[in-house]
């Protein structure tokens, strides 16, 4: 009989935040009505719910910037800058 857990790595700090971000930047797509909702399947627009989620995967970032190699750097970060860029392009 196994004990839970066994033979599982434990869990890994950056991993989650990693993590994190990238669920923080599928609400902002979604809450930007570029996704369907993953719970309602509905699309639908809310510009204040989608800048909530890309300033707190934005916040996240410098806590795990200088482990990530330069190509996982590049990529958070140009993640970040394309959801602000859409933002912007929806909330005029």
Same mark, same amino acid.
């Given at each position: 009989? +196994? ?11 950056? +991993? ?5 971000? =990238? /669920? #923080? !930047?599928?609400?902002?797509? /979604?809450? @930007?009505?570029? /996704?369907? =909702? #993953? @719970?309602?399947?509905? *699309? +639908? /627009? ?7 989620? *890309?300033? !707190? !995967?934005?916040?996240?970032?410098? &806590? *795990? %910037?200088? +482990?990530?190699? %330069? ?7 140009? &993640?970040?800058?394309? &959801? ?9």
């Amino acid at each position: 009989m +196994s004990t839970p857990g066994e033979g599982r790595a434990p869990v890994d700090v950056q +991993s989650v935040v990693v993590m994190t971000i =990238d /669920q #923080f !930047a599928a609400l902002a797509w /979604q809450k @930007m009505g570029l /996704q369907p =909702d #993953f @719970m309602s399947g509905q *699309i +639908s /627009q809310d510009l204040g719910q989608c800048k909530l989620a *890309i300033d !707190a !995967a934005a916040a996240l970032v410098p &806590l *795990i %910037e200088a +482990s990530l190699d %330069e190509g996982d750097r590049r990529q958070v970060q140009n &993640l970040v800058r394309d &959801l602000r860029i859409n933002y912007m392009e929806r909330a005029k």
